[in-house]
């Protein structure tokens, strides 16, 4: 992984993890949940967010201290300020030049401190693992909340994970081309969904779908396309009575419902 790509794969990941907080409200942010022993999604991104400050903080005294991270309550209490240190974080992870030589200082018993060599890539590859590993805690959390929480499938999931689904799916490939072959058609599934287009493979309008449930028996629906800017767009929720939790101290950021 070159400099580029292992700083896109950290910009992204905090990405998708902001994208997550814009649509969370601050009282889901901070509520003890059971299945994290008490613990809640705020103390998550708290952490993750500190151990990014104290390799930045390296940066400028040459050593870094994960130890030391400052353990602000107030940043896993606001929703509104951990979106923006997040924000922050992601910007300065663009702008890294070149790695650099650090320190790495720890400790695992009381009074004794160990230092070893270390690098700036070295420990964002770190951090980049780590947030990964919190987000899929995190993913536990939001899952156990009373309303549902859009995710992607790749939030809190290793790239490695990933890639090696990608391979156990291609015998699965494999056999529906056979299949295919067998019924001379592509979609021979499709005859299980024939009212919908491709049978729901793939090209399917979502909205025409809903469009054939009976009023009473859906929610309120609004097709918001992608260049919809944010007043038209609030607009538009409040004549149809939609209601959507917002963080008005955020700008809008275009693309996030990608």
Not at 11 to 19: F, I
Not at 157 to 162: E, F, G, H, N, Y
Not at 226 to 246: K, Y
Request: charge should be neutral; aromatic fraction near 8%; include cysteine.
């Amino acid at each position: 992984m070159n400099n580029s790509s292992l700083q896109k794969a950290s910009v992204d990941a905090l990405g998708q993890l902001v994208l997550v907080l814009y649509t969370l409200k601050g009282d889901d942010f901070r509520a003890p949940l059971p299945v994290l022993s008490g613990g809640t999604i705020g103390k998550h991104v708290r952490h993750l967010v500190e151990f990014y400050q104290c390799l930045f903080g390296g940066l400028v005294t040459g050593t870094v201290d994960y130890d030391a991270r400052t353990r602000n309550p107030v940043l896993e209490e606001e929703l509104a300020l951990a979106v923006a240190a997040l924000e922050y974080l992601m910007r300065r992870v663009g702008e890294i030049g070149p790695d650099q030589p650090l320190k790495l200082c720890t400790s695992y018993a009381p009074g004794e401190k160990v230092t070893m060599p270390t690098t700036l890539y070295r420990e964002l590859v770190y951090n980049l693992e780590h947030c990964i590993h919190h987000q899929a805690t995190i993913r536990i959390g939001l899952q156990a909340l009373p309303q549902r929480v859009p995710l992607l499938d790749s939030f809190g999931v290793a790239p490695s994970t990933l890639q090696y689904l990608e391979v156990i799916y291609l015998p699965i490939f494999v056999y529906w081309l056979w299949l295919s072959v067998k019924a001379r058609s592509l979609f021979f599934f499709s005859a299980a969904n024939p009212s919908i287009e491709n049978g729901g493979m793939l090209g399917e309008s979502k909205v025409k779908i809903l469009d054939r449930i009976a009023g009473p028996l859906k929610p309120v629906t609004l097709l918001i396309c992608p260049a919809t800017e944010p007043i038209p767009l609030r607009e538009s929720l409040h004549r149809h009575d939609i209601g959507f939790h917002s963080l008005p101290s955020l700008t809008w950021a275009k693309g996030a419902g990608r």
